[in-house]
Protein backbone atom coordinates (compact mmCIF):
# COMPACT_ATOMS: atom_id res chain seq x y z
CA UNK A 1 0.00 0.00 0.00
CA UNK A 2 1.84 3.19 -1.44
CA UNK A 3 0.61 6.50 -1.46
CA UNK A 4 -2.78 6.41 -2.66
CA UNK A 5 -2.91 3.38 -4.15
CA UNK A 6 -3.37 -0.32 -2.96
CA UNK A 7 -1.21 -2.92 -5.28
CA UNK A 8 -1.51 -0.06 -8.29
CA UNK A 9 -5.49 0.38 -7.79
CA UNK A 10 -6.47 3.92 -7.11
CA UNK A 11 -8.00 4.15 -3.66
CA UNK A 12 -9.84 7.09 -5.12
CA UNK A 13 -11.37 4.16 -8.21
CA UNK A 14 -12.38 2.10 -5.04
CA UNK A 15 -14.22 4.68 -3.09
CA UNK A 16 -15.93 5.42 -6.37
CA UNK A 17 -17.10 1.63 -7.00
CA UNK A 18 -18.57 0.95 -3.45
CA UNK A 19 -18.72 4.81 -2.01
CA UNK A 20 -17.36 5.87 1.62
CA UNK A 21 -16.88 4.91 3.96
CA UNK A 22 -15.14 2.06 3.77
CA UNK A 23 -12.34 -0.39 4.77
CA UNK A 24 -9.87 -1.62 2.49
CA UNK A 25 -7.37 -4.14 3.04
CA UNK A 26 -4.35 -5.19 1.39
CA UNK A 27 -3.46 -8.72 0.57
CA UNK A 28 0.49 -8.41 -0.12
CA UNK A 29 0.67 -6.68 3.38
CA UNK A 30 -0.78 -9.85 5.04
CA UNK A 31 1.29 -11.70 3.52
CA UNK A 32 4.57 -9.65 4.41
CA UNK A 33 3.67 -9.28 7.80
CA UNK A 34 2.83 -13.19 8.32
CA UNK A 35 5.69 -14.19 6.59
CA UNK A 36 7.94 -12.08 8.28
CA UNK A 37 7.30 -13.45 11.81
CA UNK A 38 7.21 -16.79 10.57
CA UNK A 39 10.39 -16.85 9.16
CA UNK A 40 12.27 -15.04 11.69
CA UNK A 41 10.38 -17.53 14.75
CA UNK A 42 11.39 -20.84 16.13
CA UNK A 43 9.77 -23.05 13.73
CA UNK A 44 8.39 -24.68 17.10
CA UNK A 45 6.54 -22.04 17.59
CA UNK A 46 2.87 -22.48 15.68
CA UNK A 47 1.10 -19.50 14.81
CA UNK A 48 -2.67 -18.72 15.30
CA UNK A 49 -5.03 -15.74 13.94
CA UNK A 50 -7.23 -14.46 16.76
CA UNK A 51 -10.36 -14.11 14.65
CA UNK A 52 -11.43 -11.26 17.24
CA UNK A 53 -9.40 -8.85 15.80
CA UNK A 54 -11.18 -8.98 12.41
CA UNK A 55 -13.32 -11.32 12.02
CA UNK A 56 -13.71 -10.98 8.26
CA UNK A 57 -13.80 -14.11 6.14
CA UNK A 58 -11.64 -13.61 3.60
CA UNK A 59 -9.00 -11.49 5.58
CA UNK A 60 -9.06 -14.81 7.47
CA UNK A 61 -8.92 -17.59 4.39
CA UNK A 62 -5.86 -15.13 3.38
CA UNK A 63 -4.06 -15.72 6.78
CA UNK A 64 -4.92 -19.28 6.62
CA UNK A 65 -3.59 -19.89 3.60
CA UNK A 66 -0.67 -18.47 5.04
CA UNK A 67 -0.35 -21.33 7.50
CA UNK A 68 -1.49 -19.78 10.50
CA UNK A 69 -4.23 -21.62 12.54
CA UNK A 70 -7.48 -20.43 14.06
CA UNK A 71 -7.93 -19.11 17.61
CA UNK A 72 -11.85 -18.46 18.23
CA UNK A 73 -14.20 -17.04 20.89
CA UNK A 74 -17.48 -17.17 19.75
CA UNK A 75 -19.75 -19.53 18.08
CA UNK A 76 -19.55 -17.64 14.80
CA UNK A 77 -16.06 -17.09 14.47
CA UNK A 78 -15.94 -20.59 14.88
CA UNK A 79 -18.18 -21.03 11.91
CA UNK A 80 -16.02 -18.40 9.78
CA UNK A 81 -12.43 -19.91 10.58
CA UNK A 82 -14.41 -23.09 9.07
CA UNK A 83 -15.82 -21.41 6.38
CA UNK A 84 -11.78 -19.26 5.97
CA UNK A 85 -10.55 -22.79 5.50
CA UNK A 86 -8.89 -23.49 9.08
CA UNK A 87 -9.13 -27.05 9.63
CA UNK A 88 -10.83 -28.21 13.30
CA UNK A 89 -7.30 -29.70 13.99
CA UNK A 90 -5.66 -26.13 13.73
CA UNK A 91 -8.45 -24.56 15.46
CA UNK A 92 -8.92 -23.46 19.50
CA UNK A 93 -12.21 -22.23 21.18
CA UNK A 94 -11.26 -19.75 24.08
CA UNK A 95 -13.06 -16.95 26.07
CA UNK A 96 -15.07 -16.49 29.14
CA UNK A 97 -18.81 -17.35 29.76
CA UNK A 98 -18.80 -19.65 26.88
CA UNK A 99 -22.69 -20.66 26.12
CA UNK A 100 -24.00 -24.54 26.10
CA UNK A 101 -24.54 -24.04 22.34
CA UNK A 102 -20.72 -22.49 22.10
CA UNK A 103 -19.20 -26.14 23.47
CA UNK A 104 -21.45 -28.03 21.95
CA UNK A 105 -20.26 -26.68 18.50
CA UNK A 106 -17.12 -27.30 19.94
CA UNK A 107 -17.60 -30.83 20.45
CA UNK A 108 -19.14 -31.07 17.62
CA UNK A 109 -16.41 -29.75 15.10
CA UNK A 110 -13.95 -31.61 17.28
CA UNK A 111 -11.92 -28.76 17.38
CA UNK A 112 -7.68 -29.55 18.45
CA UNK A 113 -8.99 -28.10 22.36
CA UNK A 114 -11.46 -25.99 24.31
CA UNK A 115 -9.82 -23.32 26.75
CA UNK A 116 -11.06 -23.68 29.92
CA UNK A 117 -11.83 -21.07 31.82
CA UNK A 118 -12.80 -21.97 35.10
CA UNK A 119 -13.81 -25.29 37.37
CA UNK A 120 -17.69 -24.53 36.06
CA UNK A 121 -16.77 -23.64 32.55
CA UNK A 122 -14.76 -27.54 32.98
CA UNK A 123 -17.91 -29.54 34.40
CA UNK A 124 -20.22 -28.21 31.64
CA UNK A 125 -18.06 -29.27 28.80
CA UNK A 126 -17.58 -32.26 30.36
CA UNK A 127 -21.51 -33.10 30.54
CA UNK A 128 -22.26 -31.93 27.27
CA UNK A 129 -19.35 -34.48 25.75
CA UNK A 130 -20.65 -36.85 27.73
CA UNK A 131 -19.79 -40.89 26.79
CA UNK A 132 -18.71 -38.90 23.15
CA UNK A 133 -15.38 -37.75 25.22
CA UNK A 134 -13.27 -37.24 26.04
CA UNK A 135 -12.87 -33.12 24.68
CA UNK A 136 -9.11 -32.20 24.73
CA UNK A 137 -8.88 -28.80 26.51
CA UNK A 138 -6.36 -26.73 27.66
CA UNK A 139 -7.01 -24.65 31.34
CA UNK A 140 -6.58 -21.32 30.70
CA UNK A 141 -3.63 -20.37 33.47
CA UNK A 142 -4.13 -16.81 35.51
CA UNK A 143 -0.32 -16.96 36.35
CA UNK A 144 0.86 -15.89 39.96
CA UNK A 145 3.70 -13.31 37.85
CA UNK A 146 2.48 -10.03 36.37
CA UNK A 147 2.95 -9.09 32.56
CA UNK A 148 5.30 -6.18 31.36
CA UNK A 149 4.76 -3.78 28.61
CA UNK A 150 1.21 -4.20 28.16
CA UNK A 151 -1.08 -1.71 27.21
CA UNK A 152 -3.73 -3.91 28.39
CA UNK A 153 -2.93 -6.23 31.14
CA UNK A 154 -4.65 -10.09 31.13
CA UNK A 155 -3.39 -11.96 33.83
CA UNK A 156 -1.26 -11.50 36.50
CA UNK A 157 -4.12 -9.89 38.76
CA UNK A 158 -7.78 -10.11 39.25
CA UNK A 159 -9.26 -10.84 36.27
CA UNK A 160 -12.44 -12.69 34.99
CA UNK A 161 -9.80 -14.68 32.17
CA UNK A 162 -8.79 -18.47 33.13
CA UNK A 163 -8.30 -20.20 36.35
CA UNK A 164 -5.42 -18.64 39.12
CA UNK A 165 -1.93 -20.40 39.47
CA UNK A 166 -2.72 -21.54 42.59
CA UNK A 167 -5.78 -23.41 41.87
CA UNK A 168 -4.87 -25.20 38.63
CA UNK A 169 -3.60 -28.14 41.00
CA UNK A 170 -7.05 -28.73 42.24
CA UNK A 171 -8.71 -28.27 39.31
CA UNK A 172 -6.23 -30.90 37.23
CA UNK A 173 -7.33 -33.28 40.02
CA UNK A 174 -10.97 -32.41 38.98
CA UNK A 175 -10.51 -32.74 35.35
CA UNK A 176 -8.87 -36.48 36.22
CA UNK A 177 -12.46 -37.62 37.66
CA UNK A 178 -14.63 -35.83 34.78
CA UNK A 179 -14.87 -38.88 31.72
CA UNK A 180 -15.92 -36.53 28.72
CA UNK A 181 -12.62 -33.84 29.24
CA UNK A 182 -8.94 -34.83 28.74
CA UNK A 183 -6.39 -32.09 29.83
CA UNK A 184 -3.78 -31.87 27.29
CA UNK A 185 -1.87 -28.36 28.63
CA UNK A 186 -2.22 -24.92 29.16
CA UNK A 187 -2.68 -21.58 27.81
CA UNK A 188 -2.37 -18.11 29.34
CA UNK A 189 -2.08 -14.48 27.75
CA UNK A 190 -0.69 -11.85 29.91
CA UNK A 191 -2.01 -8.41 27.75
CA UNK A 192 -2.21 -6.85 24.39
CA UNK A 193 -0.58 -3.76 22.68
CA UNK A 194 3.21 -5.07 23.87
CA UNK A 195 6.05 -2.67 21.56
CA UNK A 196 9.19 -3.90 23.43
CA UNK A 197 10.23 -7.82 22.24
CA UNK A 198 11.92 -8.37 25.32
CA UNK A 199 8.46 -7.64 27.23
CA UNK A 200 7.32 -10.41 25.06
CA UNK A 201 10.46 -12.93 25.58
CA UNK A 202 9.39 -12.14 29.45
CA UNK A 203 5.85 -12.50 29.48
CA UNK A 204 7.04 -16.08 27.03
CA UNK A 205 9.59 -17.57 30.05
CA UNK A 206 7.44 -16.68 32.56
CA UNK A 207 4.71 -18.83 30.80
CA UNK A 208 6.90 -21.67 29.77
CA UNK A 209 8.37 -21.67 33.40
CA UNK A 210 5.18 -22.08 35.30
CA UNK A 211 4.02 -24.63 32.71
CA UNK A 212 6.95 -26.64 33.74
CA UNK A 213 6.26 -26.32 37.45
CA UNK A 214 2.60 -27.34 37.24
CA UNK A 215 3.67 -30.08 35.04
CA UNK A 216 6.03 -31.38 37.67
CA UNK A 217 3.89 -30.39 40.63
CA UNK A 218 0.74 -31.94 39.32
CA UNK A 219 1.41 -34.15 36.34
CA UNK A 220 -0.52 -31.67 33.81
CA UNK A 221 0.40 -33.47 30.36
CA UNK A 222 1.95 -30.66 28.09
CA UNK A 223 0.94 -31.74 24.86
CA UNK A 224 0.24 -28.12 24.15
CA UNK A 225 1.38 -24.92 25.81
CA UNK A 226 -0.13 -21.61 23.92
CA UNK A 227 1.96 -18.81 25.52
CA UNK A 228 -0.18 -15.76 24.28
CA UNK A 229 1.50 -13.33 22.54
CA UNK A 230 0.50 -9.41 22.39
CA UNK A 231 2.34 -8.25 19.85
CA UNK A 232 1.63 -4.68 19.26
CA UNK A 233 1.18 -1.54 16.57
CA UNK A 234 3.10 1.64 16.93
CA UNK A 235 0.12 4.25 15.83
CA UNK A 236 1.22 7.30 17.56
CA UNK A 237 3.56 9.75 17.43
CA UNK A 238 7.17 8.33 19.60
CA UNK A 239 6.25 4.96 19.26
CA UNK A 240 8.02 2.86 17.72
CA UNK A 241 7.70 -0.57 15.55
CA UNK A 242 8.00 -3.55 17.03
CA UNK A 243 11.22 -5.06 16.17
CA UNK A 244 11.04 -9.32 14.88
CA UNK A 245 14.56 -9.30 14.89
CA UNK A 246 15.03 -8.39 18.35
CA UNK A 247 11.97 -10.30 19.21
CA UNK A 248 13.55 -13.38 17.64
CA UNK A 249 17.07 -12.92 18.94
CA UNK A 250 15.54 -13.22 22.53
CA UNK A 251 12.43 -15.51 22.26
CA UNK A 252 14.24 -18.61 19.73
CA UNK A 253 16.60 -19.45 22.60
CA UNK A 254 14.12 -19.83 24.88
CA UNK A 255 11.46 -21.75 22.64
CA UNK A 256 14.88 -23.81 21.58
CA UNK A 257 15.30 -24.48 25.23
CA UNK A 258 12.06 -25.63 26.28
CA UNK A 259 11.91 -27.54 22.90
CA UNK A 260 14.96 -29.69 24.03
CA UNK A 261 13.39 -30.55 27.09
CA UNK A 262 9.63 -31.13 25.96
CA UNK A 263 10.32 -32.69 22.18
CA UNK A 264 6.23 -33.41 21.68
CA UNK A 265 4.70 -30.37 23.31
CA UNK A 266 3.23 -28.43 20.56
CA UNK A 267 3.75 -24.57 21.42
CA UNK A 268 1.26 -21.87 19.83
CA UNK A 269 1.53 -17.90 19.88
CA UNK A 270 -1.93 -16.45 19.11
CA UNK A 271 -1.81 -12.90 17.52
CA UNK A 272 -4.25 -10.89 16.04
CA UNK A 273 -4.12 -7.14 16.20
CA UNK A 274 0.38 -7.30 14.56
CA UNK A 275 -0.99 -10.04 11.84
CA UNK A 276 -3.56 -7.32 10.07
CA UNK A 277 -3.15 -4.04 11.71
CA UNK A 278 -0.76 -2.75 9.39
CA UNK A 279 -2.65 -4.24 6.15
CA UNK A 280 -6.54 -1.94 6.80
CA UNK A 281 -6.99 1.67 5.91
CA UNK A 282 -10.50 3.11 6.66
CA UNK A 283 -11.04 5.67 4.14
CA UNK A 284 -13.85 8.84 4.58
CA UNK A 285 -15.12 10.80 2.59
CA UNK A 286 -15.00 14.69 3.67
CA UNK A 287 -18.80 16.30 3.88
CA UNK A 288 -17.49 19.64 4.87
CA UNK A 289 -14.74 22.10 6.41
CA UNK A 290 -15.24 24.53 8.73
CA UNK A 291 -13.84 26.90 11.45
CA UNK A 292 -15.51 27.15 15.07
CA UNK A 293 -14.00 29.76 17.45
CA UNK A 294 -10.38 29.06 15.17
CA UNK A 295 -10.33 26.06 15.27
CA UNK A 296 -10.06 24.13 11.78
CA UNK A 297 -12.90 21.16 11.51
CA UNK A 298 -13.19 17.97 8.38
CA UNK A 299 -16.05 16.44 9.05
CA UNK A 300 -16.07 13.22 7.10
CA UNK A 301 -19.12 10.45 6.40
CA UNK A 302 -17.70 8.12 8.85
CA UNK A 303 -15.77 7.91 12.20
CA UNK A 304 -15.69 6.55 15.53
CA UNK A 305 -18.58 4.55 14.48
CA UNK A 306 -16.89 2.38 12.66
CA UNK A 307 -13.61 3.07 13.87
CA UNK A 308 -13.67 3.06 17.99
CA UNK A 309 -10.10 2.59 18.72
CA UNK A 310 -9.37 6.21 17.14
CA UNK A 311 -11.39 7.91 20.35
CA UNK A 312 -8.64 6.75 21.97
CA UNK A 313 -10.62 5.10 25.26
CA UNK A 314 -8.05 4.88 28.10
CA UNK A 315 -6.15 8.13 27.16
CA UNK A 316 -5.90 11.18 29.18
CA UNK A 317 -4.47 12.90 26.04
CA UNK A 318 -6.24 12.41 22.34
CA UNK A 319 -3.44 10.61 20.27
CA UNK A 320 -3.58 10.38 16.61
CA UNK A 321 -4.08 6.92 14.29
CA UNK A 322 -1.68 7.92 11.18
CA UNK A 323 -4.23 9.71 8.91
CA UNK A 324 -3.10 11.56 5.23
CA UNK A 325 -4.88 13.10 2.71
CA UNK A 326 -5.64 10.30 -0.32
CA UNK A 327 -6.99 13.15 -2.68
CA UNK A 328 -4.18 15.33 -2.45
CA UNK A 329 -1.36 13.25 -1.20
CA UNK A 330 1.89 15.08 -2.65
CA UNK A 331 0.16 18.85 -1.47
CA UNK A 332 2.15 20.35 1.79
CA UNK A 333 0.23 20.59 4.89
CA UNK A 334 -1.63 23.93 5.03
CA UNK A 335 -2.70 23.68 8.65
CA UNK A 336 -3.97 21.41 11.53
CA UNK A 337 -7.28 19.91 11.42
CA UNK A 338 -9.61 18.29 13.76
CA UNK A 339 -11.28 15.34 11.74
CA UNK A 340 -14.84 14.50 12.84
CA UNK A 341 -16.98 11.89 11.74
CA UNK A 342 -20.94 12.74 11.19
CA UNK A 343 -22.41 11.43 15.11
CA UNK A 344 -24.06 13.68 17.36
CA UNK A 345 -21.41 13.52 19.92
CA UNK A 346 -18.54 15.58 20.75
CA UNK A 347 -16.59 12.34 21.24
CA UNK A 348 -16.54 11.33 17.47
CA UNK A 349 -13.19 12.68 16.74
CA UNK A 350 -11.11 10.75 14.38
CA UNK A 351 -7.63 13.15 14.86
CA UNK A 352 -7.13 16.07 16.82
CA UNK A 353 -4.89 18.82 15.33
CA UNK A 354 -3.52 16.48 12.50
CA UNK A 355 -1.37 18.32 9.80
CA UNK A 356 -3.26 18.34 6.31
CA UNK A 357 -3.25 20.09 3.23
CA UNK A 358 -6.40 22.51 2.04
CA UNK A 359 -8.91 19.91 2.20
CA UNK A 360 -12.26 20.08 0.35
CA UNK A 361 -15.52 18.80 0.89
CA UNK A 362 -15.11 15.48 -1.75
CA UNK A 363 -11.98 14.76 -0.71
CA UNK A 364 -10.73 10.94 0.68
CA UNK A 365 -8.59 10.67 4.05
CA UNK A 366 -7.52 7.57 5.19
CA UNK A 367 -6.79 6.69 8.97
CA UNK A 368 -3.82 3.89 7.92
CA UNK A 369 -2.99 0.60 10.15
CA UNK A 370 -6.46 -0.11 10.86
CA UNK A 371 -6.55 -3.47 9.67
CA UNK A 372 -7.14 -4.81 13.69
CA UNK A 373 -10.33 -3.73 15.79
CA UNK A 374 -12.07 -1.40 12.96
CA UNK A 375 -16.18 -1.96 12.39
CA UNK A 376 -16.37 -5.32 14.88
CA UNK A 377 -15.08 -3.08 17.97
CA UNK A 378 -16.64 0.09 17.80
CA UNK A 379 -20.75 1.22 17.62
CA UNK A 380 -21.64 0.44 14.24
CA UNK A 381 -25.51 1.16 14.51
CA UNK A 382 -24.72 4.72 16.51
CA UNK A 383 -27.29 6.86 14.52
CA UNK A 384 -28.29 3.36 12.33
CA UNK A 385 -25.56 4.34 9.81
CA UNK A 386 -24.84 0.81 9.98
CA UNK A 387 -21.82 -1.56 8.50
CA UNK A 388 -19.33 0.06 6.11
CA UNK A 389 -17.90 -1.86 3.33
CA UNK A 390 -14.89 -3.67 2.97
CA UNK A 391 -12.33 -4.58 0.34
CA UNK A 392 -9.85 -6.78 0.00
CA UNK A 393 -6.82 -5.98 -2.96
CA UNK A 394 -5.39 -9.29 -4.06
CA UNK A 395 -3.56 -9.60 -6.95
CA UNK A 396 -4.26 -6.28 -8.43
CA UNK A 397 -7.69 -6.98 -8.15
CA UNK A 398 -10.32 -5.26 -5.78
CA UNK A 399 -12.88 -7.84 -4.27
CA UNK A 400 -15.92 -6.19 -2.38
CA UNK A 401 -15.84 -9.11 0.71
CA UNK A 402 -18.68 -7.39 2.43
CA UNK A 403 -21.50 -5.23 1.43
CA UNK A 404 -22.02 -1.42 4.04
CA UNK A 405 -25.69 -1.97 5.19
CA UNK A 406 -28.33 -1.05 3.17
CA UNK A 407 -31.59 0.50 5.17
CA UNK A 408 -33.55 -2.15 4.29
CA UNK A 409 -31.36 -4.25 6.29
CA UNK A 410 -31.30 -2.23 9.11
CA UNK A 411 -34.89 -1.69 9.29
CA UNK A 412 -35.74 -5.15 8.77
CA UNK A 413 -34.30 -6.13 11.98
CA UNK A 414 -36.48 -4.03 13.64
CA UNK A 415 -40.58 -5.26 14.36
CA UNK A 416 -43.43 -2.57 15.21
CA UNK A 417 -45.17 -3.84 18.21
CA UNK A 418 -47.99 -1.52 17.74
CA UNK A 419 -49.45 -0.59 14.24
CA UNK A 420 -49.24 3.77 13.83
CA UNK A 421 -52.92 5.40 13.76
CA UNK A 422 -54.12 6.73 10.96
CA UNK A 423 -53.15 10.17 10.22
CA UNK A 424 -55.78 12.62 9.46
CA UNK A 425 -56.87 13.09 5.57
Do not use: W
Request: charged letters at 20%.
Amino acid sequence: MTGHHVQGVPIAEIAATHGTPLYVYDADVLTETYRGLREALHPALELYYSLKANPNVSVCAELVRLGAGAEVSSGIELRTAAAAGAAPADTIFLGPGKSDDELRACVAAGIRAVVVESEGELRRLSAIAGGGGPVEVLLRVNPAFTSKGSGLSMGGKPRQFGIDEELVPGVAELAASLPGVRVRGLHAYMGTRILDPADVVHNTRGILEMAVRLHESCGIELSTVDVGGGLGVAYFENETDFSVAELAAGLNPVVAGFAAGHPGTRLIMELGRYLVGFAGTYVVGVRDVKSSRGERFVVADGGTNHHMAAVGIGSFVKRNFPIRSLTRPDEPATGACTVTGPLCTPNDVVGKKVPLPDVRPGDLLGVDRSGAYGPTASPVQFLSHGYPAEVLVRDGVAHLVRHRDTDDELLGRQVLAVQPAAQPA
